[in-house]
Nanobody
Framework: QVQLVESGGGLVQAGGSLRLSCAAS????????MGWFRQAPGKEREFVAG????????GYADSVKGRFTISRDNAKNIVYLQMNGLKPEDTAVYYC???????????????????WGQGTQVTVSS
């Protein structure tokens, strides 16, 4: 069974940085896609960034391009989201998710991902 555990959230001032981690356990993840999503109060869950575990190919939402970087550590089965230049509008609960479909491209819709972590709160103050 796949388990995803996020960490690294917190409170930061605008312009600051945080690094989120997602520790994955379960089957071999080589064919998986991993994604970070976020959900702010009263809003739908939205795609932030994704990475294909084997190829390392990535995808980003336009709102975070140039500020956020997704990466993975194959040996440790951890996916990271480095967030720089944080803005108040980045405030949300951030979720890690896994997609076992083995597609070539990163998928960006929440319903494409079968497994989810519990989420970690990121709050950016102005």
């Amino acid at each position: 069974q796949v388990q995803l555990v996020e960490s690294g959230g917190g409170l930061v001032q605008a312009g600051g940085s945080l690094r989120l981690s997602c520790a994955a356990s379960g089957p071999t993840f080589s064919s998986y896609g991993m994604g970070w999503f976020r959900q702010a109060p009263g809003k739908e869950r939205e795609f932030v960034a994704g990475i294909k575990w084997r190829l390392g190919s990535t995808g980003y939402a336009d709102s975070v391009k140039g500020r956020f970087t997704i990466s993975r550590d194959n040996a440790k089965n951890i996916v990271y989201l480095q967030m720089n230049g944080l803005k108040p509008e980045d405030t949300a609960v951030y979720y890690c998710a896994a997609d076992s479909a083995g597609t070539v491209r990163v998928r960006t819709t929440p319903y494409s991902y079968e497994y989810w972590g519990q989420g970690t709160q990121v709050t950016v103050s102005s």
